[in-house]
């Protein structure tokens, strides 16, 4: 016998636009925060987290990757290193 159980995704659009710190090149990004809401999604407490409380945490993440810096993806790609061996 198999159970299906269908939990409620609590989902957090967040977008910001940054500055390139190595370019100075203006990128925009947009990221999902989710959780679902199940009985084994539990805080601190050990009590399952509510929508609310999701969604707190939700926007928290998403606060901390919106103060994050960003490089676009020309400063990312590897530059080789000269090697004097
Ligand atoms: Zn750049």
Redesign the pocket.
Known sequence: MTYRYTFDVVKWNASKTVK?P????TLRRSKTFEQTINPFNENAAGVPKSRTEILMELKDSAAVWTAKQE??Q??LAPVPEPEDE
Do not use: I, N, V
């Open positions: 390139c190595s370019c100075k090149k490089y676009c020309a400063c």
